[in-house]
């Protein structure tokens, strides 16, 4: 049950996020993208930028952030690699990583261009 619940928070957290990108600008490109290596939560686009976006939920914004750790990262990364071989600028697409927080009560907190390869 618990497990359920998780998900489901994780789901309502995702969704709260992407209403903040679309609301700022930004268009859907993907939304929980599965690679061989891992899965991205949000693929967004604004001009030419391509921004991959991990969204993490917890009962703070610390404890979000403390809930993403360097394996996650690379899979992230390796992941981010796999999504850009399907766009025409390959690896040469502008990109930026953003890191979503949510907390217990739904506020978010997006953190730009911070995880790096």
Known sequence: ?????????GLAAEASVLRWYL???YHLLA?????????IDLILQRGDEVIFVEVKKSRSFDAAALRLG???IARIM????????????GQLTPTRF???LV???????????????
């Open 1 to 9: 049950m618990r497990q359920a619940r998780n998900y489901q928070a």
């Open 23 to 25: 609301a700022a600008g």
């Open 31 to 39: 939304q929980r993208y599965r690679g061989t290596q891992g899965e």
């Open 70 to 72: 360097p394996a996650q």
């Open 78 to 89: 390796q992941t981010a690699g796999e999504f850009l071989g399907t766009q025409p600028r």
């Open 98 to 100: 953003d890191v979503a």
């Open 103 to 117: 907390n217990s009560i739904g506020d978010v907190s997006i953190l730009e261009n911070v995880l790096t390869a």
